[in-house]
């Protein structure tokens, strides 16, 4: 018995002393082929902005009221943002009109009234202001017109060197507002011109008719009717600055600028405040440019980050800008990046421009496919491998990866979806280990 209990402690001994030897089995985490959607995308900071500003300017020479909006209200379409003092312009359209009145009252008298002498006095001068009311005119246009077309080469080039990067937008601002200013100039310019040129015509013909109709007074129909329009036509010039004296707002949008406090006397282009288009809100990201081959117009985008409390909305690529630009990373690094837009529903959220978020442009999208953890792939030999776990050990197997993400890789081929594998890979996990789940 001593013998045979003997022989049984060594073979426990002996087992303990073997067991002890082998090899132990690694705790890895375990993971599953799975069929699923697998995305490639390119992650972004992004920010939010109003890509349509408009600068306010006065339309006419006079004095604004105070401006009642602050920079951050939200203005509706068509709601008044400055009022300017009509109480001279109100006058001197009163004035036309009792002028006109008074011509109209001659035109009719014209049966009882016979052509004098004076009148051919009187209509030579007449022929003689509205000529020289032309050239006064005409020269005011082309002064007008010459810095006009200053100011559109200006604002054209502004905008270029922008675009570029070179020039900020402040200076595309001071440009905008030079231009859009003297374009209204040439207008009123222009009108005054047509106005000043008809008046010439009809009192040329006018003189015409008195020096052909001396005995004939129906000559005065005419003269009176002429002097009725030419009245008509100074009426028109200044009710359409009456009509512009009231400043309504173009577009649905915040103030974001205000240039005047006080009530003060203005010339005509002199900007107000500035605001903006709440239906042009997009997104501004820059992306490296060695990845922005990658995304065409249209591509789907995620937004998210803090600013949307955990939502995620969706948008496209709207616009991706033809050239590049330098940009220093927060690590000092220079780098190439190409500014991209992105569109999205700014209604359905409360999004403010300036507001930082986070952008997933998504590049390419496979659905219903079998796929793995990203972190369960890695190379070697320049092919692609995982660990499957079979029989309770990694066996090293080939695999084919097609779209990838930080995530999630897509196979191709190889495996199938339940197939088990080793989730995150050890630096001392080889080929035939034996493996238990963590």
């Given at each position: 018995?001593?013998?045979?209990?003997?022989?049984?402690?060594?073979?426990?001994?002996?087992?303990?002393a073997?067991?002890?030897?082998?090899?132990?089995?690694?705790?890895?985490?375990?993971?599953?082929?799975?069929?699923?959607?697998?995305?490639?995308?390119?992650?972004?900071?992004?920010?939010?902005?109003?890509?349509?500003?408009?600068?306010?300017?006065?339309?006419?020479?006079?004095?604004?009221?105070?401006?009642?909006?602050?920079?951050?209200?939200?203005?509706?379409?068509?709601?008044?943002?400055?009022?300017?003092?009509?109480?001279?312009?109100?006058?001197?359209?009163?004035g036309l009109e009792?002028?006109?009145?008074?011509?109209?009252a001659?035109?009719?008298?014209?049966?009882?009234?016979?052509?004098?002498?004076?009148?051919?006095?009187?209509?030579s001068?007449?022929?003689?202001?509205?000529s020289?009311?032309?050239?006064?005119?005409?020269?005011?246009?082309?002064?007008?017109?010459?810095?006009?077309?200053?100011?559109?080469?200006?604002?054209?080039?502004?905008?270029?060197?922008?675009?570029?990067?070179?020039?900020?937008?402040?200076?595309l601002?001071?440009?905008?507002?030079?231009?859009?200013?003297?374009?209204?100039?040439?207008?009123?310019?222009?009108?005054?011109?047509?106005?000043?040129?008809?008046?010439?015509e009809?009192?040329?013909?006018?003189?015409?008719?008195?020096?052909?109709?001396?005995?004939?007074?129906?000559?005065?129909?005419?003269?009176?009717?002429?002097?009725?329009?030419?009245?008509?036509?100074?009426?028109?010039?200044l009710?359409?600055?009456?009509?512009?004296?009231?400043?309504?707002?173009p577009?649905?949008?915040?103030?974001?600028?205000?240039?005047?406090?006080?009530?003060?006397?203005?010339?005509?282009?002199?900007?107000?405040?500035?605001?903006?288009?709440?239906?042009?809100?997009?997104?501004?990201?820059?992306?490296?440019?060695?990845?922005?081959?990658?995304?065409?117009?249209?591509?789907?985008?995620?937004?998210?980050?803090?600013?949307?409390?955990?939502?995620?909305?969706?948008?496209?690529?709207?616009?991706?800008?033809?050239?590049?630009?330098?940009?220093?990373?927060?690590?000092?690094?220079?780098?190439?990046?190409?500014?991209?837009?992105?569109?999205?529903?700014?209604?359905?959220?409360?999004?403010?421009?300036?507001?930082?978020?986070?952008?997933?442009?998504?590049?390419?999208?496979?659905?219903?496919v079998?796929?793995?953890?990203?972190?369960?792939?890695?190379?070697?030999?320049?092919?692609?491998y995982?660990?499957?776990?079979?029989?309770?050990?990694?066996?090293?197997s080939?695999?084919?990866?097609?779209?990838?993400?930080?995530?999630?890789?897509?196979?191709?081929?190889?495996?199938?979806a339940?197939?088990?594998?080793?989730?995150?890979?050890?630096?001392?996990?080889?080929?035939?280990?034996?493996?238990?789940?963590?």
């Amino acid at each position: 018995m001593k013998r045979i209990l003997g022989g049984l402690i060594l073979a426990v001994l002996a087992a303990v002393a073997v067991y002890t030897l082998m090899p132990q089995p690694l705790p890895v985490e375990f993971g599953q082929v799975e069929q699923r959607t697998v995305r490639e995308y390119i992650t972004e900071e992004a920010k939010v902005r109003l890509a349509d500003e408009y600068v306010i300017d006065a339309p006419v020479s006079g004095t604004a009221f105070d401006i009642a909006w602050d920079v951050g209200d939200v203005v509706q379409a068509g709601e008044v943002l400055v009022k300017m003092d009509t109480d001279a312009i109100t006058q001197q359209i009163l004035g036309l009109e009792a002028r006109i009145r008074q011509s109209r009252a001659q035109e009719s008298s014209v049966d009882i009234l016979k052509p004098k002498v004076e009148d051919l006095s009187s209509a030579s001068v007449r022929v003689k202001e509205a000529s020289d009311a032309v050239q006064m005119t005409e020269k005011e246009k082309r002064i007008v017109g010459i810095n006009f077309e200053e100011a559109q080469k200006e604002y054209t080039r502004a905008k270029k060197l922008v675009g570029e990067g070179v020039a900020s937008q402040s200076m595309l601002d001071e440009a905008e507002r030079a231009f859009k200013g003297l374009e209204q100039q040439m207008a009123s310019a222009e009108i005054a011109a047509a106005a000043a040129r008809k008046s010439q015509e009809l009192a040329q013909l006018a003189a015409s008719r008195v020096e052909g109709s001396v005995d004939d007074n129906e000559y005065m129909r005419e003269v009176y009717a002429a002097e009725v329009a030419y009245l008509e036509a100074q009426k028109a010039i200044l009710q359409s600055d009456l009509n512009k004296m009231e400043i309504k707002a173009p577009v649905t949008g915040p103030v974001l600028e205000k240039y005047m406090e006080t009530q003060r006397v203005l010339i005509a282009g002199t900007p107000l405040l500035k605001m903006g288009d709440l239906n042009s809100m997009d997104i501004e990201c820059d992306v490296l440019s060695e990845e922005v081959t990658r995304i065409t117009v249209g591509d789907p985008v995620d937004i998210y980050g803090k600013a949307l409390q955990g939502a995620t909305i969706p948008g496209k690529v709207k616009r991706i800008y033809p050239s590049a630009f330098r940009k220093i990373s927060s690590l000092g690094i220079e780098q190439q990046r190409v500014k991209v837009l992105i569109e999205f529903d700014a209604q359905a959220t409360q999004l403010l421009t300036g507001t930082r978020v986070d952008v997933r442009i998504i590049t390419a999208e496979a659905a219903d496919v079998l796929a793995v953890p990203e972190r369960a792939t890695f190379r070697r030999d320049n092919a692609w491998y995982v660990f499957t776990v079979q029989g309770g050990r990694a066996v090293l197997s080939p695999i084919e990866v097609g779209l990838k993400n930080d995530e999630w890789a897509q196979l191709e081929d190889h495996l199938q979806a339940g197939d088990t594998i080793v989730a995150e890979p050890k630096n001392d996990l080889v080929d035939g280990m034996r493996v238990v789940p963590l």
